[in-house]
């Protein structure tokens, strides 16, 4: 079995909730949001850097994506096999 195929059998895990991060980040937005302009200020910064939790869902999200796509190209090769022995199998 070589590593790539041992790769597409780890099981993808979600990531962590409730990561230190995102209290730490809604604990300054709501200190922020009592300053004139801190909620624009804290959203632009939300905007333009994530979170270690949110970086750690967008990776998830697109192993999850990638590991669907090579199932469906997996069923799509198994329908092509299926489909040719069975219209070889007719004449």
Not at 24 to 40: N, Y
Not at 53 to 78: F, M, P, V, Y
């Given at each position: 079995?070589?590593?790539n195929e041992q790769d597409d059998r780890?099981?993808?895990k979600p990531p962590v909730k409730n990561h230190p991060d995102e209290k730490v980040r809604s604990f300054v937005e709501a200190v922020a949001s009592e300053v004139p302009l801190g909620g624009m200020v804290v959203k632009l910064?939300?905007?333009l850097v994530p979170t270690q939790a949110q970086k750690a869902?967008?990776?998830w999200e697109g192993a999850i994506s990638e590991r669907t796509n090579e199932h469906s190209e997996r069923l799509?090769?198994?329908a092509?096999?299926?489909?040719?022995?069975?219209?070889t199998g007719r004449h």
């Amino acid at each position: 079995m070589s590593n790539n195929e041992q790769d597409d059998r780890k099981p993808i895990k979600p990531p962590v909730k409730n990561h230190p991060d995102e209290k730490v980040r809604s604990f300054v937005e709501a200190v922020a949001s009592e300053v004139p302009l801190g909620g624009m200020v804290v959203k632009l910064a939300g905007d333009l850097v994530p979170t270690q939790a949110q970086k750690a869902r967008t990776e998830w999200e697109g192993a999850i994506s990638e590991r669907t796509n090579e199932h469906s190209e997996r069923l799509d090769r198994h329908a092509q096999m299926t489909s040719a022995k069975h219209d070889t199998g007719r004449h």
